[in-house]
């Protein structure tokens, strides 16, 4: 079975510009969370998909946003970026996103804001 | 609301040495714990969950952690480091609320170097 996958791996944009990014889930999985990591806050959970359905979000600003698919592939987007929006975004699926759910995680977008 | 503490954010061992890395957390409710393991330029791999099945679970690549309620604690170990070790390793809480949509908390993560 093919694990998740993130495109693309790498961007690089300049602030004040918008960025998508974009997950594929395992098959069969129809949740999917996106995650931001950076060395001073470590993993933070940005916000969660299941069935089209935003059902839980952390506490980011509203320039970041999601969206996902019928198909449960997800994007993400980042609008106005900031310096401090720099990081690797992971993305992970679950089957149902129930807290005994393993989540998968794929290998991440590095999104470098210059 | 739930949150992970890993002491150590370094951890050197040799190889062939004890392996142990700390985790303690917190949460209002029965938590689920997971354990996660990064390495470079890579997204993270389960090594291993606790699910309130056996307080004490194996994993991949020999790693084992126990789930002490009375110390919350879910500290990861292996007793014989192998170079290819050499990674960070999350320790990460799931709230365990009915509902589905989890999401994981994480701690800041352990490096562990691995000496020849």
């Known amino acids: 079975k093919a694990g998740v996958t993130q495109t693309p791996r790498y961007l690089i944009k300049t602030r004040g510009q918008q960025v998508t990014l974009s997950c594929s889930p395992i098959?069969?999985?129809?949740?999917v969370s996106w995650y931001q990591q950076t060395p001073g806050q470590g993993l933070q959970f940005l916000f969660e998909?299941?069935?089209?359905?935003?059902?839980n979000k952390g506490n980011f600003p509203g320039r970041f946003s999601g969206r996902q698919f019928s198909n449960s592939r997800s994007e993400m987007n980042v609008s106005t970026l900031e310096l401090g929006d720099s990081a690797l975004y992971l993305c992970?699926?679950?089957?149902?996103?129930?807290?005994?759910?393993?989540?998968?995680f794929g290998p991440g977008t590095r999104l470098t804001v210059l | 609301a739930q949150s992970v503490t890993q002491l150590g954010s370094h951890v050197s061992v040799s190889e062939g040495a004890l392996v142990l890395l700390r985790c303690n957390y917190s949460?209002?409710?029965?938590?689920?714990l997971f354990w996660y393991v990064q390495y470079p330029n890579q997204g993270l791999q389960l090594l291993l969950k606790?699910?309130?099945?056996?307080?004490l679970v194996k994993g991949i690549n020999g790693f084992e952690a126990e789930f002490k309620k009375s110390e919350t604690s879910f500290h990861l170990t292996k007793p014989s480091a192998h170079m290819s070790d050499a990674a960070e390793y999350f320790c990460?809480?799931?709230?365990?609320?009915?509902?589905?949509?989890?999401?994981?908390?994480f701690g800041k993560g352990t490096k562990l170097t691995v000496n020849p």
């Open positions: 990460a809480v799931s709230s365990g609320t009915q509902g589905g949509s989890e999401k994981l908390v």
């Open positions: 098959s069969g999985h129809r949740s």
């Open positions: 606790y699910t309130s099945a056996a307080t």
């Open positions: 998909y299941f069935s089209e359905t935003q059902r």
């Open positions: 949460s209002s409710v029965p938590p689920y």
């Open positions: 992970a699926s679950s089957l149902a996103g129930k807290s005994t759910d393993t989540q998968y």
